[in-house]
């Protein structure tokens, strides 16, 4: 059949054959293959919690509390992994908590990515004075300790999901301020950066249009290893009592919970840790996967 827009099939041809590539480069990392399949499934069960989890995560069965897991002795066929100390069940729990730190984690990103890009875009198309102002301000941010910063933020704002994630989008976001920045610094004297100009493209476009597509790779990698860092970090912030509150089954805040059972009912404590690990884990497999295909000096023949 005749094709009415040549350049259209083109440009499909050649979206497939990168796509292609970038397979076939990532593919070879079997690390990436084996943590992108990992992270697929969890995401998978977080978005069907309702129709995979044995109960809702806030039931509440009082007659069991801290029963064990069912692969040890004296554990309930329906607890495959046991209750926790009020008679909740530790599956379902972890499966509900997924869509927490994956939502917030995703959030996160997303927030910091935005604005780190547009100021780092800024930084360094602009140079002078912006720059200097821009790069100070992500420094003294870099100079606080992380976690001091964002029980500051969530004290200021008060504890909830809102303060935690903004609280940890100010700690990444100059990091991708930061890279943006080196990358449009690399970019933005190249020939065909100078040849837009000289065509007449306005600072604008430039930056976005010219410049922006060519830095995206560093960025992607960037952002997906800040996807298992904020896992981590809210984690630690509902460890802390600062990030989700209970009965909200988010991981970080159920470790909370279940210290003082660290002796007595290992299962509670050792389940929430083991779930953010393996996500934690997955991503970052994922971000070294994607490095080795995006990054032209990483591939491989």
């Excluded at 990436?32 to 399949?37: F, H, I």
């Excluded at 801290?66 to 209750?83: E, I, M, N, V, Y």
């Excluded at 460890?239 to 299962?267: D, H, K, Y």
């Amino acid at each position: 059949m005749f094709n009415a827009n040549p350049a259209a099939a083109n440009q499909r041809v050649e979206d497939r054959s990168i796509l292609l590539e970038f397979w076939h480069y990532f593919k070879q990392n079997k690390g990436a293959v084996l943590g992108l399949a990992v992270f697929v499934l969890i995401v998978l069960t977080a978005l069907f919690a309702d129709f995979i989890a044995p109960f809702h995560y806030d039931v509440t069965l009082s007659e069991l509390r801290k029963l064990p897991p069912a692969f040890q002795s004296g554990g309930d066929a329906r607890f495959w992994l046991g209750t926790d100390a009020i008679g909740r069940d530790i599956l379902s729990r972890l499966i509900y908590g997924a869509r927490y730190s994956l939502f917030i984690g995703l959030v996160v990103v997303i927030i910091s990515m935005i604005l780190g890009v547009i100021f780092g875009l800024i930084s360094g198309f602009l140079g002078g004075p912006v720059d200097t102002l821009i790069m100070r301000v992500m420094d003294i941010i870099l100079s606080i300790p992380s976690i001091l910063l964002a029980l500051t933020i969530i004290a200021i704002l008060q504890q909830g999901i809102f303060s935690a994630i903004v609280a940890i989008a100010v700690i990444y976001q100059p990091h991708f301020v930061r890279l943006t920045r080196a990358a449009v610094l690399a970019e933005k004297n190249r020939e065909y950066v100078i040849a837009s100009r000289l065509a007449g493209a306005g600072r604008l476009r430039l930056m976005i249009k010219t410049i922006l597509p060519n830095c995206m790779a560093p960025i992607i990698v960037q952002g997906t290893l800040s996807f298992s860092n904020a896992i981590l970090d809210i984690a630690a912030l509902g460890f802390l009592g600062q990030g989700v509150q209970p009965p909200n089954p988010e991981w970080g805040t159920m470790l909370a919970e279940a210290r003082e059972f660290i002796t007595s009912a290992w299962w509670i404590v050792t389940f929430p840790g083991l779930a953010i690990l393996i996500t934690v884990l997955a991503i970052n497999l994922v971000g070294d996967g994607l490095r080795d295909a995006l990054d032209p000096k990483m591939k491989r023949s």
